[in-house]
């Protein structure tokens, strides 16, 4: 994937960014491990500014995260409580994260933002917690921006050597699989329904 990935920079640059780093935040796995790191060997190449790079790709992920977070807002409450018993999610599950975002939503945006493999995901469940959309977008962008610069600085930095990026940075990648599906999995499993806990006591 990295190989179409960089062609398709190559050839559409800022636009390719955007388009990319949009879609990495309406829930489609784009790797900005590799988007971002070729944005810098651009910038490297004088093809594009490192902050113009930054810019789009940050703007890109708010957009991004606004898609995904109207699907959430719009269907993912009904679609939950009508297939969610399929994939053993309830309306406790619901619940519990409109309880979790309330409380911590920004914390929560801002952290998964800065996260491989989270920041993908995180604006659907803060679209289904109805978390105010104002407070979203700003952590959202605030949570994107170092992790685009720290990114595109890298690419530019190793310069002719970008390639060697993909390959330093895929333990992150798989880091982040195997963050994502552990807080997937205690968001299921970790804690009782609270029906069970008031039977218990």
Not at 71 to 98: C, D, M, S, T, W
Not at 107 to 118: K, M
Request: net charge positive.
């Amino acid at each position: 994937m990295s190989a179409q990935i960089s062609l398709f920079v190559s050839h559409f640059g800022s636009l390719a960014i955007f388009i990319l780093m949009t879609l990495e935040s309406a829930c489609i796995p784009i790797p900005s491990e590799i988007v971002m790191p070729y944005a810098g060997y651009m910038s490297f190449l004088h093809q594009i500014t490192i902050w113009d790079a930054v810019l789009i790709a940050t703007i890109a992920n708010v957009v991004g995260g606004w898609i995904a977070y109207a699907i959430g807002f719009f269907g993912g409450r009904p679609f939950v409580l009508r297939y969610g018993k399929y994939i053993l999610l309830n309306e406790n599950h619901l619940q519990r994260a409109e309880r979790w975002f309330a409380k911590r939503g920004e914390l929560t945006v801002l952290v998964a933002r800065l996260l491989p493999g989270l920041r993908t995901f995180i604006s659907l469940p803060a679209g289904m917690a109805r978390m105010p959309l104002g407070r979203f977008t700003l952590y959202s962008a605030i949570g994107s921006l170092p992790w685009n610069i720290v990114l595109t600085l890298a690419g530019f930095q190793l310069g002719q050597h970008w390639s060697m990026i993909d390959k330093s940075l895929k333990p992150l990648t798989y880091f982040g699989v195997v963050l994502l599906i552990a807080t997937v999995l205690w968001f299921w499993f970790g804690r009782r329904p609270e029906s069970s806990r008031r039977n218990s006591s």
